[in-house]
């Protein structure tokens, strides 16, 4: 193999590289949502006010299939799954029994759940911390599990996988135990929604209510100030969404200690969609990526031997230094 091969090949590894690398980080988190149940969900999505909405806001997904999603970078949300559903197959509206939007379509187009259901909630953050939990804040409806892969950091699996709705009081029964619905929709108390006068970590502790499932589900947000054990991080990652999973993850956070008080941001508060507590403001990056003639992975040509072709560090350099630019050019076009 001649040098300039060398030089070709190389170069075009190294590129394809940082273009992957590039796309990743414009495109933001690929969400997949995969359904286990023995049933169709309807999975709801709802963007943060401050982020772009995904392909689809509300869609159909029957038993064992899936769906995946490009979240815009620093994109923040939440998932949840409707049951029970029903829609005209010539107009396209009706509703859920439980996990309704209310938009009385498929597309939940922008509208929020409507209590109780179980919620999947993310924050990316493009080369900083993503901050995800699944909240039973607003009650519950169907077991979820989350699995973050690919990314860097503790990254660890949350959830709910107990079937509540077979351990639901029947002061928080809905119908015929479709959903159980939590203490604050129930009752409308202060003390139980973490609103008026309870409405800080000092004030608002957990209930008997919040406790009972909390002890079935020990990673997931019970009440409104649950942070500590129930805010998972993860960097530069891609999550799944499983609901009725069949098994957890061999990294599920089920099995391994709550994360430490220092893995959450102190700038707490109340998300306003749900009530649900969320932990916000890292400030993580990531390193810098390597660059110059000493680093390891550039192509080890300039010191050959060939005696058919000599070329210059300084040709070497303006070649690669042309692509990148380049490179970084038509990534700015294809991969937005």
Same mark, same amino acid.
């Given at each position: 193999m001649d040098l300039m091969t060398h030089f070709s090949q190389s170069s075009y590894l190294m590129i394809t590289l940082i273009f992957l690398l590039i796309c990743k980080g414009t495109l933001g988190a690929t969400f997949t949502i995969i359904n286990k149940c023995g049933h169709t969900v309807w999975p709801g999505t709802l963007s943060n006010a401050d982020s772009s909405r995904l392909d689809s806001t509300g869609f159909e997904l029957p038993p064992g299939r899936s769906r995946a999603f490009q979240a815009p970078p620093n994109w923040s949300g939440r998932f949840w799954g409707r049951t029970g559903c029903s829609f005209d197959p010539t107009t396209g509206q009706g509703g859920?029994?439980?996990?309704?939007?209310?938009?009385?379509?498929?597309?939940?187009?922008?509208?929020?759940?409507?209590? =109780?259901?179980?919620?999947?909630?993310?924050?990316?953050?493009?080369?900083?911390?993503?901050?995800?939990?699944?909240?039973?804040?607003?009650?519950?409806?169907?077991?979820?599990?989350?699995?973050?892969?690919?990314?860097?950091?503790?990254?660890?699996?949350?959830?709910?996988?107990?079937?509540?709705?077979?351990?639901?009081?029947?002061?928080?029964?809905?119908?015929?135990?479709?959903?159980?619905?939590?203490?604050?929709?129930?009752?409308?108390? =202060?003390?139980?929604?973490?609103?008026?006068?309870? &409405?800080?970590?000092?004030?608002?502790? =957990?209930? &008997?209510?919040?406790?009972m499932f909390k002890s079935a589900c020990p990673k997931s947000y019970s009440y409104a100030y649950d942070d500590p054990t129930s805010t998972f991080t993860c960097s530069g990652a891609d999550y799944t969404i499983t609901f009725c999973p069949s098994s957890t993850s061999k990294k599920s956070a089920r099995d391994m200690p709550p994360p430490s008080d220092s893995s959450t941001d102190t700038n707490t508060g109340t998300d306003t969609t749900s009530g649900s507590s969320g932990t916000k403001g890292s400030t993580t990056g990531t390193g810098g990526f390597p660059f110059g003639d000493t680093s390891s992975w550039f192509p080890n040509f300039v010191t050959g031997d060939s005696s058919k072709l000599l070329i210059s560090t300084y040709t070497l350099h303006a070649t690669l230094t042309l692509s990148i630019t380049l490179l970084l050019y038509f990534s700015s076009i294809t991969c937005s």
């Open positions: 859920c029994a439980t996990g309704d939007c209310g938009s009385n379509q498929i597309e939940c187009n922008g509208a929020g759940v409507n209590p =109780p259901a179980t919620l999947a909630e993310f924050t990316i953050r493009l080369g900083a911390l993503d901050f995800y939990d699944v909240s039973l804040v607003d009650g519950y409806n169907l077991p979820i599990l989350v699995d973050a892969t690919g990314g860097t950091g503790a990254c660890l699996s949350t959830g709910c996988v107990t079937d509540l709705n077979q351990q639901c009081p029947p002061e928080l029964r809905v119908g015929n135990g479709e959903a159980c619905k939590s203490a604050c929709e129930a009752f409308a108390r =202060p003390e139980y929604c973490c609103s008026g006068d309870y &409405a800080s970590p000092a004030t608002c502790k =957990p209930t &008997a209510y919040s406790e």
